[in-house]
């Protein structure tokens, strides 16, 4: 089975040029074209569903705001990226499929066509290959859990949900168990209640905040391994923090990412304990102390200014030459740029199909996965709690200029924002980066730049390492802020240590983040 379009595919890009060079050669089988209704045919390309028809000569030439490419007047080219489903109703052939309506806006769109002349075996045969080349790895007819947080982006979720979700869902022959959240904490009761059996994805129609409940309340359940690997947990961008929307889907667009999530390939995710106090929980994005930290949740109430809320934070204190004093002790995997160079780039070319993958989701064979010590429940945590005494091998040292102590899971922590240029998916370690605080102010602004830019892994000063747990203690006196996947926890004591491909998602590549690497 050919696999679906991957990540540097493009839905918008002129798919017909690979038609006018090889279609009309012997690369195509005969069986690929299929003759329907007058004047008619239907041709499976190299990567696009060639549509040849002469009614569309009497249609406007500029075809969709000039996005849908066209190489003749009677020629259009779907991706097969963009094929939702085809099925024969009646006596029409009708084809389901998502058509640009901007640069950022897919819509479901359909076509039709009669099939009188040919036989039914013949176009059974083809809509099987048209899906099998549509979807590759990705699973057709999704059973979805769907969360709606009304009160995200600025309470227009729901709408976005109805306007630009469900069609595609629905065209793509999902199956959607819709449910508006009430309250915060409200995903976490719902996904230690459902019925793993019952669904196949748990699509949050927010920011990044339900995917954090989610994973939580699988993580609650007596079965906690086995729904983390069987649910796939996904983000339908709806927030003002979209970071995961970013990693696996490469956008920030609902209808673009509900396409992604409706061709996703399942992906394991390495996930994070965080032990704080008595309490454990799971962090699939990232946890801070210092200015990333504060420059997030202390500014809560500027969110009038949108994404600037963030910039202007980072700068107030910047200037401010914020100190951040905490002692930190950390187990270390990878400590240089360049061993963390060729390892990013070894894990990126050694992909594996997703059937290839399942049978070592719970091998336990290396320093970056805990041992079980429960078949059913989390994992069991092999450097203990925050509260228990330091694992062997373990420093506690004092980092009394510390300016930003940053863990990552993912590479995207906002549109535009790529701190963690080496994260992987399923490699097993999380990405330190620590910085202090007493930089130079144009260091510093250098640095804020060079996440935008791509340059920041390479930046002298910015310390980067792979790593398996730590455990940091704040020195300072006070109420302060520590960020866990972008929530607020109690300014104490925590550690953490990460479970290598305990979660599922969905990504468009199946191995990879969207963000541009190493």
Not at 9 to 30: C, K, L, M, Q, T
Not at 60 to 76: I, V
Not at 155 to 167: F, I, L, N, Q, T
């Given at each position: 089975?050919?696999?679906?379009?991957?990540?540097?595919?493009?839905?918008?890009?002129?798919?017909?040029?690979?038609?006018?060079?090889?279609?009309?050669?012997?690369?195509?089988?005969?069986?690929s074209t299929l003759p329907v209704g007058k004047n008619a045919s239907l041709?499976?390309?190299?990567?696009?569903?060639?549509?040849?028809?002469?009614?569309?000569?009497?249609?406007?030439?500029?075809?969709?705001?000039?996005?849908?490419?066209?190489?003749?007047?009677?020629?259009?080219?779907?991706?097969?990226?963009?094929?939702?489903?085809?099925?024969?109703?009646?006596?029409?052939?009708?084809?389901?499929?998502?058509?640009?309506?901007?640069?950022?806006?897919?819509?479901?769109?359909?076509?039709?066509?009669?099939?009188?002349?040919?036989?039914?075996?013949?176009?059974?045969?083809?809509?099987?290959?048209?899906?099998?080349?549509?979807?590759?790895?990705?699973?057709?007819?999704?059973?979805?859990?769907?969360?709606?947080?009304?009160?995200?982006?600025?309470?227009?979720?729901?709408?976005?949900?109805?306007?630009?979700?469900?069609?595609?869902?629905?065209?793509?022959?999902?199956?959607?168990?819709?449910?508006?959240?009430?309250?915060?904490?409200?995903?976490?009761?719902?996904?230690?209640?459902?019925?793993?059996?019952?669904?196949?994805?748990?699509?949050?129609?927010?920011?990044?905040?339900?995917?954090?409940?989610?994973?939580?309340?699988?993580?609650?359940?007596?079965?906690?391994?086995?729904?983390?690997?069987?649910?796939?947990?996904?983000?339908?961008?709806?927030?003002?923090?979209?970071?995961?929307?970013?990693?696996?889907?490469?956008?920030?667009?609902?209808?673009?990412?509900?396409?992604?999530?409706?061709?996703?390939?399942?992906?394991?995710?390495?996930?994070?304990?965080?032990?704080?106090?008595?309490?454990?929980?799971?962090?699939?994005?990232?946890?801070?102390?210092?200015?990333?930290?504060?420059?997030?949740?202390?500014?809560?109430?500027?969110?009038?200014?949108?994404?600037?809320?963030?910039?202007?934070?980072?700068?107030?204190?910047?200037?401010?030459?914020a100190l951040y004093p905490c002692d930190i002790a950390i187990k270390v995997?990878?400590?240089?740029?360049?061993?963390?160079?060729?390892?990013?780039?070894?894990?990126?070319?050694?992909?594996?199909?997703?059937?290839?993958?399942?049978?070592?989701?719970?091998?336990?064979?290396?320093?970056?996965?805990?041992?079980?010590?429960?078949?059913?429940?989390?994992?069991?945590?092999?450097?203990?709690?925050?509260?228990?005494?330091?694992?062997?091998?373990?420093?506690?040292?004092?980092?009394?200029?510390?300016?930003?102590?940053?863990?990552?899971?993912?590479?995207?922590?906002?549109?535009?924002?790529?701190?963690?240029?080496?994260?992987?998916?399923?490699?097993?370690?999380?990405?330190?980066?620590?910085?202090?605080?007493?930089?130079?102010?144009?260091?510093?602004?250098?640095?804020?730049?060079?996440?935008?830019?791509?340059?920041?892994?390479?930046?002298?000063?910015?310390?980067?390492?792979?790593?398996?747990?730590?455990?940091?203690?704040?020195?300072?006196?006070?109420?302060?802020?520590?960020?866990?996947?972008?929530?607020?926890?109690?300014?104490?004591?925590?550690?953490?240590?990460?479970?290598?491909?305990?979660?599922?998602?969905?990504?468009?590549?199946?191995?990879?983040?969207?963000?541009?690497?190493?």
């Open positions: 089975m050919t696999t679906a379009a991957m990540a540097t595919d493009n839905p918008f890009v002129d798919p017909i040029a690979s038609f006018e060079e090889h279609g009309r050669d012997h690369s195509f089988a005969v069986d041709t499976l390309g190299t990567d696009s569903l060639i549509v040849l028809d002469e009614a569309f000569e009497k249609r406007d030439r500029t075809n969709c705001c000039g996005l849908w490419p066209s190489g003749t007047a009677n020629t259009r080219a779907i991706p097969f990226y963009n094929i939702l489903w085809a099925e024969l109703q009646d006596d029409e052939l009708r084809i389901d499929y998502a058509s640009p309506a901007s640069k950022t806006v897919v819509r479901a769109a359909t076509l039709k066509y009669p099939f009188e002349r040919q036989t039914l075996e013949v176009v059974h045969k083809w809509i099987i290959k048209l899906l099998d080349r549509s979807y590759g790895e990705s699973q057709r007819i999704k059973r979805m859990k769907v969360l709606v947080n009304p009160h995200s982006g600025k309470g227009s979720a729901e709408k976005w949900y109805h306007r630009d979700v469900e069609p595609l869902l629905i065209a793509a022959r999902c199956t959607i168990d819709m449910q508006k959240t009430k309250y915060s904490g409200e995903a976490v009761e719902i996904a230690e209640k459902m019925d793993i059996e019952a669904f196949d994805v748990v699509a949050s129609c927010s920011g990044d905040g339900l995917p954090y409940e989610v994973f939580n309340g699988l993580a609650k359940r007596a079965d906690a391994k086995k729904a983390l690997t069987k649910i796939a947990v996904v983000n339908l961008p709806c927030g003002s923090g979209n970071a995961m929307s970013w990693n696996l889907n490469g956008t920030d667009s609902n209808s673009l990412a509900t396409l992604a999530v409706i061709k996703g390939i399942p992906t394991p995710l390495d996930l994070i304990s965080i032990t704080q106090g008595e309490t454990r929980t799971l962090s699939f994005l990232s946890q801070s102390v210092g200015i990333v930290a504060e420059s997030d949740l202390a500014t809560e109430n500027l969110r009038w200014m949108g994404g600037q809320r963030f910039t202007y934070g980072f700068l107030v204190r910047l200037w401010e030459k995997a990878i400590d240089d740029k360049p061993s963390i160079k060729e390892h990013y780039r070894r894990e990126k070319s050694n992909h594996e199909p997703a059937s290839e993958r399942r049978g070592y989701r719970n091998l336990l064979d290396d320093d970056a996965s805990a041992s079980s010590g429960n078949d059913d429940g989390l994992p069991s945590l092999r450097y203990g709690t925050v509260n228990d005494k330091l694992p062997e091998g373990w420093e506690l040292v004092p980092y009394d200029r510390l300016g930003n102590f940053y863990c990552g899971n993912m590479a995207y922590m906002a549109a535009d924002s790529v701190f963690f240029q080496a994260a992987l998916p399923n490699d097993g370690y999380m990405d330190l980066v620590c910085i202090n605080g007493d930089i130079p102010r144009t260091t510093a602004i250098k640095m804020m730049l060079g996440v935008e830019n791509g340059n920041f892994f390479d930046m002298p000063g910015v310390w980067y390492r792979k790593v398996l747990g730590y455990r940091i203690i704040p020195k300072s006196k006070g109420d302060g802020y520590i960020s866990i996947d972008g929530e607020r926890v109690p300014f104490q004591p925590f550690q953490a240590e990460v479970h290598k491909g305990l979660g599922t998602v969905l990504s468009k590549s199946g191995h990879m983040y969207e963000a541009p690497g190493l």
